[in-house]
């Protein structure tokens, strides 16, 4: 039996080990050893029991004497020892000896130039297809010469840490060995865990190469290639507004910039399900089909319909499903160099200016700041919009100091002159708490493409004094009313109260996360008055 090398792993005697098998054969094993269920559009359905999410507290990188100095260490990137890492990896390769083993060996990064080869070595043939479907998958001659990979990850969902023994939180462990190349996953079965461990690879080592890595969507002009990147959070619209037909869709989540342009490291989209409906995520929709990995969608078990307004399982429903299930995805995920960086923020408090333009040091503070707030009601207890700041619009996967990515960013706007702008999806005339609507998408769209098509260039600009952002009065295909966020209010002085106390959570978060960031980046944010 063909083993592929995985006993330089710990893995001895497995019972079978099949390698890149393909999506059909892949959807027969799960179904042959009950992982899931066929919807009755032929996706695969699965459920992945005690964890619908990933799990930040379970997340640990292997401190060593080569990284120790790289990482910015915190709640975010939590030390482990080596010690207890290979202890944890031994345990998890006896606890995969006997049992069939699923890998599948691929790409991350579609710019050749920065490509690195992942080995994902599972116990579940659901989640090998999850991982070959998001990855960049290898033509049968790139297989035949793959040699040796840059990183190996074992994902065991089945064996359970115990946290007393090995020094670890739950029974769940997310752990990377920047130096050693490894990355071990167990007790979790939520395949999202698989795709960020690859994404918080990524972030550490393209920043070696003079590439920055970037949590966000991108999409390219097809006869310029100029390319566009949106930034955000979720439900501020980054997958929607990156939607565009008229233009080309590189990929949906993680991406480098490089000297050359954008590159996408993936080769698929992990999408989120709940409430879709077609006629408003038409893509998402129809991607959910032979081939695609839904998790944690009820499914009706006599029709096999899914029932994606159901969240009685979780909320964070998803599907992962090959990027060339995309209409007009853009093979491979490459484009040139932003012409244009959109930061999107769904300010519930419902002050900001719907678009502005940044400064390259705005544009630096508002990375790093990463804004967006929660609706009232969310959870218990919140009456009214709670801020929320993730460092770099993706905190939980960028292992470096803040800074470093800032720079990166600084740099970059500087040697191509890329325009920067901040654009409002969230409410407008009012607070969400207080019962104003939402900017009409209609007009948020007309924002976005206005900004790709530099139609911004020679319109009037006012300067918004507690923001320090600048917003333009004139817009194509938006009333001009529509742009001034102080001038939407009926009440100016509740909305000069209102953007004094946002403006006020700006300061105080900066100050409290950035305190060694350069002054002038820490003036170019909000100023309260």
Request: proline share 6%; net charge negative; hydrophobic share 35%.
């Amino acid at each position: 039996m063909e083993t592929y090398g995985i006993e330089k792993y710990g893995i001895i005697g497995p019972k079978a080990v099949y390698r890149n098998l393909t999506p059909a054969q892949l959807t027969e094993a799960a179904l042959r050893r009950g992982e899931g269920s066929l919807s009755k559009t032929g996706a695969l359905v699965v459920t992945t029991g005690k964890y619908t999410g990933r799990s930040p507290n379970d997340k640990f990188i292997v401190d060593t004497e080569g990284v120790h100095n790289d990482i910015a260490w915190g709640k975010v990137n939590r030390p482990i020892s080596r010690e207890k890492f290979d202890a944890i990896k031994g345990k998890v390769a006896a606890y995969l000896q006997g049992r069939e083993i699923f890998i599948f060996d691929g790409y991350a990064g579609a710019d050749p130039k920065y490509t690195k080869k992942f080995r994902i070595i599972n116990e579940l043939a659901s989640q090998n297809m999850f991982i070959h479907q998001l990855l960049i998958r290898p033509t049968a001659q790139q297989l035949e010469e793959y040699g040796e990979p840059d990183y190996t990850m074992l994902v065991a969902p089945g064996f359970k840490c115990d946290p007393e023994i090995d020094g670890v939180h739950s029974e769940a462990a997310i752990m990377i060995d920047y130096e050693a190349h490894l990355i071990v996953i167990a007790g979790s079965q939520y395949s999202g865990e698989i795709k960020k461990s690859v994404f918080s690879t990524m972030n550490y080592v393209m920043t070696k190469e003079n590439v920055l890595p970037m949590h966000c969507s991108a999409n390219m002009d097809p006869e310029t290639h100029e390319t566009a990147v949106f930034f955000g959070l979720s439900g501020t619209g980054k997958t929607t507004l990156s939607a565009d037909p008229a233009r080309k869709l590189i990929g949906d989540d993680e991406h480098g910039w490089s000297p050359d342009g954008i590159f996408n490291f993936e080769g698929g989209c992990y999408a989120k399900c709940i409430n879709l409906k077609e006629e408003n995520e038409p893509d998402i929709y129809r991607a959910i089909k032979f081939g695609s990995l839904v998790e944690n969608v009820v499914m009706d078990p006599e029709t096999r319909e899914l029932d994606f307004d159901d969240g009685s399982l979780t909320e964070n429903t998803r599907v992962g499903y090959p990027v060339d299930y995309i209409s007009n995805a853009q093979i491979p995920g490459e484009g040139g160099i932003p012409k244009v960086v959109i930061f999107l923020t769904a300010d519930a408090f419902g002050v900001l200016p719907p678009i502005s333009r940044l400064s390259k040091e705005a544009a630096m503070y508002h990375f790093v700041t990463g804004f967006t707030s929660k609706l009232a009601g969310t959870e218990r207890g919140i009456t009214e919009p709670q801020p929320t700041f993730s460092t770099l619009f993706g905190e939980p996967f960028m292992p470096m100091d803040p800074q470093v990515y800032a720079k990166m960013l600084g740099d970059k706007l500087d040697a191509y002159g890329t325009k920067v702008y901040l654009v409002n999806t969230g409410w407008a005339g009012g607070s969400a708490a207080a019962g104003a609507k939402r900017m009409k998408l209609s007009y948020t769209r007309a924002m976005v493409t206005a900004a790709l098509n530099g139609d911004f260039d020679n319109v009037e600009f006012k300067h918004h004094d507690v923001f320090n952002v600048d917003y333009p009065t004139s817009c194509p295909g938006v009333p001009s009313e529509m742009l001034d966020a102080r001038g939407m209010w009926a009440d100016k002085d509740a909305y000069d109260a209102q953007a004094n106390k946002l403006a006020k959570m700006f300061e105080d978060n900066f100050s409290k996360k950035y305190p060694h960031m350069a002054p002038e980046i820490a003036n170019a944010g909000p100023k309260a008055k």
